[in-house]
T-cell receptor, first 115, second 121 residues
Framework: AQKITQTQPGMFVQEKEAVTLDCTYD???????LFWYKQPSSGEMIFLIY??????QNATEGRYSLNFQKARKSANLVISASQLGDSAMYFC????????????FGTGTRLQVFP | GAVVSQHPSRVICKSGTSVKIECRSL??????MFWYRQFPKQSLMLMAT?????????EQGVEKDKFLINHASLTLSTLTVTSAHPEDSSFYIC?????????????????FGAGSRLTVL
């Protein structure tokens, strides 16, 4: 079974608009962490935002926010005021348990921002 | 911020040769590093966990004799692809844990190198 599912292979958004990238996860461990990374065409993985399973509030980092719905096991990334430079692959990832930093990645969503 | 340097960024080799990829944490120490592999337009697949001073832990299905990992110091891990074949052509990317970098909660965050694109002819 997939641990991390990203159902949107590709998304388009107009510049300055907001976009939501979906991510659902599956784990039986009560302690886990959810991450979003951005991968531009150059290949490097850029950390965007983190949500811990015990965090009461949704994480926010600048234009990025994470819509964490624990009961639904979803951790969607919301990018507000999209910019052309946001065009990239976006990966959702999960760390299971608290004794490891190992991440399992979803299949990614390619976001394209158009003027 | 934490920087992980990976070298070389691109390498082309002949079938049957071995290739070494280096992963360095530049401004922090990393007792654990992770090696991932990414095929074109696919996700990152964890290959192995590199532990400083001990043997690497390989994921199921990864040939440990083919992908040799050495983590000799707190800032350097190397991946050697031995007897490379065209099917080993891929993007290899390493990562290291940067402690407490995860926003308000201070969670550990994996910091990634820029990746190494291996092409085996």
């Amino acid at each position: 079974a997939q641990k991390i599912t990203q159902t949107q292979p590709g998304m388009f958004v107009q510049e300055k608009e907001a976009v939501t990238l979906d991510c659902t996860y599956d784990t039986s461990d009560p302690s886990y962490g959810l991450f979003w990374y951005k991968q531009p065409s150059s290949g490097e993985m850029i950390f965007l935002i983190y949500q811990g399973s015990y965090d009461q509030q949704n994480a926010t980092e600048g234009r990025y926010s994470l819509n964490f719905q624990k009961a639904r096991k979803s951790a969607n990334l919301v990018i507000s005021a999209s910019q052309l430079g946001d065009s990239a692959m976006y990966f959702c990832a999960m760390r299971e348990g608290h004794n490891t930093d190992k991440l399992i990645f979803g299949t990614g969503t390619r976001l394209q921002v158009f003027p | 911020g934490a920087v992980v340097s990976q070298h070389p960024s691109r390498v082309i080799c002949k079938s049957g040769t071995s290739v070494k990829i280096e992963c360095r944490s530049l401004d922090f120490q990393a007792t654990t590093m992770f090696w991932y592999r990414q095929f074109p337009k696919q996700s990152l697949m964890l290959m192995a966990t590199s532990n400083e001073g001990s043997k690497a832990t390989y994921e199921q299905g990864v040939e440990k004799d083919k992908f040799l990992i050495n983590h000799a110091s707190l800032t350097l891990s190397t991946l050697t692809v031995t007897s490379a074949h065209p099917e080993d052509s891929s993007f290899y990317i390493c990562s290291a844990t940067y402690l407490g970098a995860g926003g308000r909660s201070g969670a550990n965050v994996l910091t990634f190198g820029a990746g190494s694109r291996l092409t085996v002819l």
